[in-house]
């Protein structure tokens, strides 16, 4: 009999038969239970300032259990109506039955609707919101979450700060939404759950799988849901789409689960599991979620590990502010305000790291031990800086390129050079950029000091005409020039005679959603050949092909707002630390390789 029924299941396969569709039934946990504490829906509205002009409706649920005494934890939902009691995933009933059961933490949900720009008069029509905030990669929509909507609910409820306590969840856009807000801002929010995520190319979020597998991994834990018959459209393929989520998180180390199931685009079998996901979401709360395990050397994911510390990371070294006690000594008796930033960043052979800034006509030395000390106090307004095959600094000044000695004494080199920045040859030749212009000057080895005997060329086929930063390979054959305005990094060949040909756009840099321009500026490489790129998405790192092959994490800024790495070098005892500078701070982290020459 069993033989026939597979026969005859067979056949009806064959001749076209429609096999029924998996059911998706409530459990009672999506049921009101007797006995159980209900919480409260309080309505509310709000004009948006990050999103000007928007106005929208959000609900705030609270458990019955919720006392004023203790933080609460929070969970956000995007597309905040089609989330309660009358919608598919029945939040308020949910939360009510597993808060109850001990499932999850006395948890607050904020339940938000995307913005709409009303029309001004009768008659025009609408902007509607959803898939700006939702659809694009930057980290807009969460300072709005973070700036205005916890701020104003915390007014009446305590609201936890924790990152371990808080979890963001959407469907469709809303789904990629709540990804990149814990993506963009790992320090806010670290549990996600997406429905029929909107991985797709509708605002560029196909090349989030890609991002994952590159980028230092972040303390995430993320929960995924599909159909087989999701959408497959203009922007992709739902379907694929989140499974190469999946793929990508799982090769990174994330703590991911992927459920899928054969509905279409729609909510019926996230209402079913919606539970489940959630007990998976919060499984040992408290513990804290922490940042994905770097894969150990020779796995096939290593990645990282084969050239970054798996046990390091970023140690605040100096801090060259105006009110620290270095500073303010060169600052006596100035009578404008220093900008709080450093222009240029150079190491010694002995692993000493020089930094300078215009605006403090100064020079300044940290050594190994991070102690800060004045190297040069009058350096004309000191920009770019590099050390010569002859132990001494060399930098770009407000006269033209000066050198000093060990002791800081200063002599000039070229005089009425305004240059950007500088870099040598192992033999001596001296490189130098015309400020940010795509102008190069090349002083040969032994050359005179006259200016008049410095060939200059421009760069070939730099269509923004800027030169950022520049350097060396470790073998002198490539010279690499970085454009800040662009996403890409020059490799030009270097000749017998020191002059640069056959330059192409060789390294294809990450760049910011809401910009074109990579924020590439200061440059250095390790002694294999990878080239470490300072740019607004953090430190790309880039393999002799061109190719962007891993993404460093910038140091977390002490202040309140991110500030971008303006430049990199390799330095410390064993030049095996990666220093960068970001403002007027000096940072640190240990490397596996070591710097180039």
């Known amino acids: 009999m069993k033989k026939l029924c597979l026969l005859l299941g067979l056949m009806m396969a064959i001749a076209g038969c429609v096999v029924?569709?998996?059911?998706?039934?409530?459990?009672?946990?999506?049921?009101?239970?007797?006995?159980?504490?209900?919480?409260?829906?309080?309505?509310?509205?709000?004009?948006?300032?990050?999103?000007?002009?928007?106005?929208?409706?959000?609900w705030v649920y609270v458990p019955a259990q919720y006392t004023p005494d203790k933080p609460a934890c929070v969970m956000v939902f995007e597309d905040g109506k089609g989330t309660l009691d009358d919608s598919p995933l029945r939040v308020p009933t949910v939360f009510d039955n597993l808060i109850a059961r001990h499932d999850m933490p006395v948890t607050i949900a904020i339940m938000i609707n995307p913005?709409?720009?009303?029309?001004?008069?009768?008659?025009?029509?609408?902007?509607?919101?959803?898939?700006?905030?939702?659809?694009?990669?930057?980290?807009r929509y969460a300072r709005f979450l973070m700036e205005e909507i916890l701020p104003e609910v915390a007014k009446h409820y305590n609201l936890s700060t924790n990152p371990n306590d808080r979890a963001i969840s959407g469907a469709?856009?809303?789904?990629?939404?709540?990804?990149?807000?814990?993506?963009?801002?790992?320090?806010?929010?670290?549990?996600?759950?997406?429905?029929?995520?909107?991985?797709?190319?509708?605002?560029?979020?196909?090349?989030?799988?890609?991002?994952?597998?590159?980028?230092?991994?972040?303390?995430?834990?993320?929960?995924?849901?599909?159909?087989?018959?999701?959408?497959?459209?203009?922007?992709?393929?739902?379907?694929?789409?989140?499974q190469s989520m999946a793929s990508a998180l799982a090769y990174a180390g994330y703590d991911v689960k992927l459920v899928t199931g054969d509905k279409d685009h729609d909510m019926i079998q996230a209402?079913?599991?919606?539970?489940?996901?959630?007990?998976?979401?919060?499984?040992?709360?408290?513990?804290?979620?922490?940042?994905?395990?770097?894969?150990?050397?020779?796995?096939?994911?290593?990645g990282f590990v084969d050239f970054v510390d798996a046990g390091s990371g970023w140690e605040l070294v100096a801090s060259l502010s105006p009110t620290s006690p270095e500073i303010k000594e060169n600052l006596k008796g100035m009578s404008i305000a220093p900008l709080k930033s450093i222009t240029g960043i150079a190491v010694d052979q002995q692993g000493n790291v020089f930094a300078s800034n215009s605006s403090w006509s100064a020079i300044y030395r940290i050594a190994a031990d991070g102690q800060a000390s004045t190297f040069v106090a009058d350096a004309d307004g000191a920009g770019g800086v590099a050390f010569g095959p002859d132990g001494r600094l060399y930098g770009c000044d407000s006269k033209g390129?000066?050198?000093?000695?060990?002791?800081?004494?200063?002599?000039?080199?070229?005089?009425?050079?305004?240059?950007?920045?500088?870099?040598?040859?192992?033999?001596?030749?001296?490189?130098?950029?015309?400020?940010?212009?795509?102008i190069l000057g090349f002083l040969p080895a032994g050359r005179s000091n006259h200016l008049g005997h410095t060939p200059s060329a421009q760069f070939q086929g730099l269509g923004s005409s800027r030169a950022d930063g520049i350097c060396l390979s470790p073998d002198q054959s490539k010279f690499y020039v970085s454009d800040a305005s662009g996403k890409w990094v020059w490799s030009y060949q270097i000749q017998a005679d020191g002059a640069i040909a056959n330059g192409e756009p060789y390294f294809r840099l990450e760049t910011p959603d809401e910009s074109s321009e990579s924020g590439a500026t200061g440059m250095a490489v390790d002694g294999k050949g990878l080239l470490y790129i300072a740019t607004r998405m953090g430190i790309e790192v880039g393999d002799a092909e061109g190719r962007v092959v891993a993404i460093l994490d910038s140091p977390e800024s002490p202040g309140p707002e991110p500030v971008p790495i303006s430049a990199v070098a390799f330095g410390g005892p064993d030049h095996q630390y990666l220093y960068v500078v970001a403002g007027s701070y000096v940072y640190r982290r240990h490397l596996v390789r070591r710097g180039g020459p």
Request: charged share 20%; proline share 9%.
């Open 172 to 242: 469709s856009s809303g789904g990629i939404c709540s990804f990149t807000v814990a993506w963009t801002h790992p320090e806010a929010f670290r549990r996600v759950l997406s429905f029929i995520g909107s991985f797709a190319d509708l605002r560029g979020g196909d090349i989030y799988p890609a991002l994952i597998r590159k980028t230092e991994p972040k303390p995430l834990r993320v929960f995924l849901q599909d159909g087989s018959h999701d959408l497959n459209n203009f922007a992709g393929d739902w379907w694929l789409a989140n």
């Open 271 to 302: 209402g079913a599991i919606f539970p489940d996901a959630l007990r998976w979401l919060w499984r040992d709360y408290p513990h804290p979620i922490a940042r994905p395990p770097m894969h150990p050397l020779g796995d096939p994911r290593a």
């Open 115 to 139: 913005g709409v720009l009303k029309g001004l008069a009768p008659g025009q029509a609408d902007r509607p919101n959803r898939s700006y905030e939702y659809d694009s990669l930057n980290d």
């Open 20 to 58: 029924a569709a998996e059911e998706y039934p409530y459990g009672p946990d999506s049921q009101r239970q007797p006995g159980v504490p209900q919480g409260t829906v309080t309505q509310y509205s709000w004009t948006s300032k990050i999103f000007p002009g928007t106005v929208r409706d959000y």
């Open 401 to 438: 390129i000066a050198s000093y000695s060990s002791e800081g004494k200063k002599s000039v080199r070229l005089h009425g050079v305004y240059c950007g920045n500088v870099a040598f040859s192992s033999d001596g030749g001296l490189y130098f950029t015309y400020s940010l212009s795509g």
